[in-house]
């Protein structure tokens, strides 16, 4: 939950951001991936290079994905919309293969409204909040928005 006393159109990414990042190296295995995500009860995370730049990011829209691919392979793709039931079905392929490249990345003082607009124009609920090489330091979801909108410091 947002702490800070400014104006929420004041607020910037740095504000908003979650800074306790969970990042997948590019290598890692949808199934170890998927995993890792659900034991950190997070729907989705930057992928990093070795040098720990942002390369990407896997989200459940990839997983739900792939669900589907596995499902028309012939492979039992059961009706649950549990996570358990998805991590057994995922390969030990590399995420790297399944990722969205390419995601949406900003600096820490891109404002609120930025943010809002580059989610909206991208049809995405999450944004990497990079430094000046491109390493993710943190994550700024659909959820912090409204969050931001709910606790906004303004007369009701």
């Known amino acids: 939950m ?15 951001m979650t800074r306790d990042l969970v990042c997948l190296p590019h290598e890692m295995s949808m199934k170890e991936a998927a995993r ?6 997070i729907s989705g995370a930057p992928v990093v290079d070795n040098h720990g ?9 990839d997983f739900v994905t792939l669900t589907k691919k596995i499902g028309d392979k012939g492979h039992p793709c059961v009706g649950s919309t ?6 057994e079905m995922m390969p030990e392929d590399e995420l ?6 390419d995601p949406v990345m900003v600096s820490p003082r891109t404002s609120i409204c930025r943010l809002a607009r580059q989610m909206v124009d991208a049809h995405i609920h999450r944004v ?9 330091i943190g994550i700024v979801t659909s959820t912090d928005l409204v969050a931001a909108l709910a606790y906004a410091n303004y007369p009701h």
């Open 53 to 61: 730049q942002c390369i990407g990011v896997l989200s459940a829209t």
């Open 128 to 136: 990497i909040v990079v430094d000046a090489e491109n390493r993710p």
């Open 96 to 101: 790297a293969q399944f990722m969205t490249p």
């Open 2 to 16: 947002i702490t800070t006393q400014k104006p929420i159109l004041d607020l910037t990414a740095a504000d908003l």
């Open 36 to 41: 890792l995500l659900l034991q950190n009860h």
């Open 82 to 87: 549990e996570w358990e039931v998805v991590v």
